[in-house]
């Protein structure tokens, strides 16, 4: 069946390649077109999964992130459009040179060709990967969690019909139909059909990933995230940032799991912080650093901090809190606990902030700004296919210039080499 998938997919990618930039926009159009004519049938092919979730007790942050409403798909598709609307990379040519013989030499944009994407929960990842798959050229295989796989087939059946409907390759997107776990190995060893692998999920997923596949792996999206108060930042701003990072959305890789506070203003600030926060649900793991500056009647909300603490990504209105005598403390703690997604810096100071982005070594780094940013259609990049944590030639959201490669172009005038 996979291999079959892949021969489908290696044909598609090859036509897909050559198809040109205003049909590809049209496409994506058409596909928002029948989305939202579809919102109806894709709420209730979410809602069987919805169901089934709460049945198996899988937690809230979960179910959150599998839900789609009418308001989430109309984001999605203004993503697709923005999408649609960016400058096609394939074909673009750049680093122009020639040589002192004559020969011309330029690099051209060229799609990766075949992707499979792993990842779990989130259906909406689905349009984003079709999207930024298409409009780059690439076909993509596609294999979500067993939680959403109603709500996938039902999204992935129209962006087929699209294709079939814009006389592009019908399978250029194809989806793993199955919840069947053992399928996820025997994709990983399908090197000769697929040129790049991004499994979006949690930890075990992606070590899985690193150690069994045959196929180049780009990982991401896991975010253990950080601010960083500074001693002269501005400290009313900073709730607000703090609180916009933790609450806007708690349960995606780019919230906050981590605030670290200068001794200097800790005795001021920390009160404040959780008062605030706690209006909005929030608890609290404070190391024990910051609870000597924290309220002692807290109605259960601050807890010391266990071993682990630091190194988790809570996914949830949980919030640790540590007490640093430095800068250079504070980045040493994201040196040790960040996992290379977003961390920041609340200060006033410009050393400071220089010093901060010139060390910390994550794909986005933040001066006076929420971590809730990092994101590719607020990146302007319309959507992301995944956060690379990596140190590869894609870092951060992935977006349409992150899933193509180059090829050498040298142009002569029947040049032969002395």
Excluded at 155 to 169: D, G, H, M, Q, T
Excluded at 341 to 355: F, K, R, V
Aim: with cysteine; aromatic share 4%; charged share 20%.
């Amino acid at each position: 069946m996979l291999l079959e998938m892949g021969k489908r997919a290696r044909f598609a990618a090859r036509s897909l390649a050559l198809a040109p930039a205003i049909k590809k926009q049209n496409m994506l159009e058409s596909l928002v077109d029948l989305i939202r004519l579809n919102i109806d049938a894709i709420i209730q092919a979410n809602q069987v999964d919805i169901s089934a979730a709460q049945q198996a007790g899988l937690d809230a942050a979960m179910i959150d992130r599998l839900m789609l409403n009418e308001a989430r798909l109309q984001g999605i598709c203004s993503d697709l459009l923005r999408v649609a609307a960016l400058p096609d990379p394939v074909g673009e040519t750049f680093d122009a040179s020639e040589l002192p013989n004559g020969l011309k030499l330029c690099k051209k944009r060229v799609p990766l060709g075949v992707l499979a994407v792993i990842y779990e929960s989130r259906p909406n990842v689905t349009l984003d990967i079709s999207g930024l798959a298409l409009k780059s050229g690439n076909a993509v295989i596609l294999r979500g969690g067993s939680e959403t796989i109603h709500t996938n087939r039902c999204l992935v059946n129209l962006v087929r019909s699209v294709l079939e409907a814009e006389n592009l390759p019908v399978d250029s997107v194809q989806f793993i139909d199955s919840p069947d776990r053992s399928l996820v190995a025997e994709l990983l060893k399908m090197h000769d059909a697929i040129d790049m692998l991004i499994p979006r999920g949690g930890a075990a997923l992606h070590r899985f990933c690193r150690e069994n596949s045959l196929i180049p792996v780009i990982t991401g999206g896991i975010g253990i995230c950080h601010l960083y108060v500074d001693e002269s930042a501005d400290l009313p701003q900073s709730i607000e940032v703090i609180c916009n990072a933790k609450v806007q959305r708690p349960t995606v890789c780019n919230a906050l799991d981590t605030v670290l506070v200068n001794r200097k203003v800790a005795a001021d600030f920390l009160p404040r912080l959780v008062q605030h926060l706690a209006v909005y649900g929030v608890s609290f793991r404070a190391d024990g650093s910051a609870l000597p500056y924290l309220p002692a009647e807290n109605d259960g909300r601050v807890l010391p901090a266990g071993p682990d603490d630091f190194d988790t990504e809570w996914l949830s209105l949980v919030l640790g809190l540590k007490v640093v005598d430095s800068l250079d403390q504070a980045i040493a703690h994201i040196t040790q606990h960040s996992t290379g997604h977003s961390d920041g810096i609340l200060t006033a100071d410009p050393h400071n902030a220089d010093l901060f982005v010139a060390t910390v070594d994550s794909a986005a780094v933040y001066v006076n700004a929420s971590t809730r940013f990092t994101d590719g259609s607020q990146f302007g990049l319309g959507a992301e296919v995944a956060i690379s944590t990596q140190r590869l030639h894609a870092r951060g959201p992935m977006g349409l210039r992150e899933l193509t490669t180059y090829k050498w172009v040298c142009i002569g005038n029947y040049h032969t080499r002395v």
